[in-house]
């Protein structure tokens, strides 16, 4: 079957740390990953994807490189904003299913103290 | 531009009571979900609906009847609602045509708040 496991949170880090949030997923294809974030009070907003072996997404100063071997897609960033405070969801996509449905982590809060 | 839009916001209903959330997206998809996020759980998929006309069970159907009304707008509906209904529901949408498998990522709307008392 289909699943996501990320790292559990909270996070909290300061102002211009580096953050890495880890994933992991188990699929029965050749799924397409995604990094969803949710700020306080509104819906996921898609932050990056790859779909295919040592794709690199990046946007916002954030990058996950699918890696088809450790079947991994860590969340990473160099330097991180108080604004970047959320929670951030790991999610697959398995194109055999069909169903274009996403498949969640559990999410991670991290928290960025000035 | 509007996206995908839920409503209501925020409801508190009593066990047993019905509701229906409305969800509309204006960007010409085909593809419709809905969501549902507990603490520590993630988002599990309830229903979706591949195309205009058609509807399938996810995760978690138990407790839920949703309606493909037309290409734009995908209600859910509870029939009676019991306390651990209690989430927040979050529709979505994607470009997923119909006939062909897709990796298109989905848009997602601000979220219902549903409480059960």
């Known amino acids: 079957g289909n699943s996501v496991t990320q790292m559990e949170g909270p996070v909290t880090l300061s102002e211009e740390a580096f953050l890495t949030i880890n994933c992991t997923y188990t699929a029965t294809g050749y799924p397409s990953l995604f990094w969803y974030v949710q700020y306080p009070g509104e819906g996921l907003q898609l932050l990056l994807k790859?779909?295919?072996?040592?794709d690199k997404g990046s946007n916002k100063g954030f990058e996950a490189t699918y890696r088809k071997e450790t079947t991994s897609f860590h969340l990473e960033k160099g330097s991180v904003q108080v604004s970047d405070s959320a929670v951030y969801f790991c999610?697959?996509?398995?194109?055999?299913?069909?169903?274009?449905?996403?498949?969640f982590g559990t999410g991670t809060r991290l928290t960025v103290i000035p | 531009n509007a996206g995908v839009t839920q409503t209501p916001k925020f409801q508190v209903l009593k066990t047993g009571q019905s509701m229906t959330l409305q969800c509309a997206q204006d960007?010409?998809?085909?593809?419709m979900y809905w969501y549902r996020q507990d603490p520590g759980m993630g988002l599990r998929l309830i229903y979706y609906?591949?195309?205009?006309?058609?509807?399938d069970k996810g995760e978690v159907p138990n407790g839920y009847n949703v309606s493909r009304l037309n290409k734009r707008e995908f209600s859910l509906r509870l029939e009676s609602a019991a306390p651990s209904q209690t989430s927040v529901y979050f529709c979505?949408?994607?470009?997923?045509?119909?006939?062909?498998?897709?990796?298109?990522?989905?848009?997602f709307g601000d979220g219902t708040r549903l409480s059960i008392l």
């Open positions: 790859a779909t295919k072996a040592d």
């Open positions: 979505a949408s994607s470009d997923h045509p119909p006939s062909q498998l897709s990796n298109q990522p989905q848009h």
């Open positions: 999610a697959l996509i398995d194109p055999q299913t069909g169903a274009n449905n996403l498949f």
């Open positions: 960007m010409n998809h085909n593809s």
């Open positions: 609906s591949a195309s205009e006309g058609t509807t």
